[in-house]
């Protein structure tokens, strides 16, 4: 309905079933240098299921363009790379991370919080916003911001996977001078 809403004529809502008819055998694997990083880092082998099934979608659909929000930022360089060296046809777009009034960021992953959890699931947000502010007014000691962070979202009761300052265009160091990205994932800590 609300696709309908918005002018959409065809959605292709594929079940598992359909996706994976058989076991995936053959599967896209990204280069080290970005898929092991980060969310890679934090969750192994997260890139690989993500590129292939991507590429699945985009031999199925045989889009023109596609939509990549910029809240998973190191999904949208790895789809980006793949897109080029693959040669595929396929404009992709980068999405603003559209926020919720109190400035969580809209996911389906927010289904996994209860309410508690989606109130203090800001102090993430928070925390980047932070980072940005301090680097954009000259601040260098970007390790120390970093782990200001972590020692924030512990605090609160969570567990950073990491809060990152990165080069934008491929999510090497950052160094000054050059387009940088902040980054950062946690999970509420299970309670003893």
Same mark, same amino acid.
């Given at each position: 309905?609300?696709?309908?809403?918005?002018?959409?004529?065809?959605?292709?809502?594929?079940?598992? #079933? #359909?996706?994976?008819?058989?076991?995936?055998?053959?599967?896209?694997?990204?280069?080290?240098?970005?898929?092991?990083?980060?969310?890679?880092?934090?969750?192994?082998?997260?890139?690989?299921?993500?590129?292939?099934?991507?590429?699945?979608?985009?031999?199925?659909?045989?889009?023109?363009?596609?939509?990549?929000?910029?809240?998973?930022?190191?999904?949208?360089?790895?789809?980006?790379?793949?897109?080029?060296?693959?040669?595929?046809?396929?404009?992709?777009?980068?999405?603003?991370?559209?926020?919720?009034?109190?400035?969580?960021?809209?996911?389906?992953?927010?289904?996994?919080?209860?309410?508690?959890?989606?109130?203090?699931?800001?102090?993430?947000?928070?925390?980047?916003?932070?980072?940005?502010? #301090?680097?954009?007014?000259?601040?260098?000691?970007?390790?120390?911001?970093?782990?200001?962070?972590?020692?924030?979202?512990?605090?609160?009761?969570?567990?950073?996977?990491?809060?990152?300052?990165?080069?934008?265009?491929?999510?090497?160091?950052?160094?000054?001078? #050059?387009?940088?990205?902040?980054?950062?994932?946690?999970?509420?800590?299970?309670?003893?």
């Amino acid at each position: 309905d609300l696709l309908a809403g918005a002018g959409c004529d065809i959605v292709f809502a594929p079940a598992v #079933e #359909e996706m994976y008819p058989e076991v995936q055998e053959f599967e896209v694997q990204p280069p080290t240098g970005l898929a092991d990083i980060l969310e890679g880092s934090a969750r192994p082998g997260f890139f690989t299921g993500v590129c292939t099934v991507v590429l699945k979608l985009f031999s199925i659909v045989g889009p023109s363009a596609a939509v990549f929000g910029k809240k998973d930022y190191q999904q949208l360089l790895m789809i980006s790379e793949m897109v080029r060296q693959f040669a595929l046809p396929i404009e992709i777009i980068p999405a603003e991370t559209i926020r919720d009034p109190s400035g969580l960021a809209l996911s389906s992953r927010n289904g996994y919080l209860n309410e508690q959890q989606r109130i203090e699931a800001v102090q993430l947000c928070a925390a980047l916003r932070n980072i940005a502010g #301090e680097v954009r007014s000259g601040r260098s000691d970007w390790r120390q911001l970093e782990d200001s962070a972590h020692d924030l979202l512990r605090s609160r009761g969570w567990r950073p996977d990491y809060v990152a300052i990165r080069r934008q265009a491929d999510l090497g160091q950052a160094m000054q001078g #050059e387009p940088m990205v902040v980054l950062g994932a946690a999970r509420k800590s299970r309670r003893k």
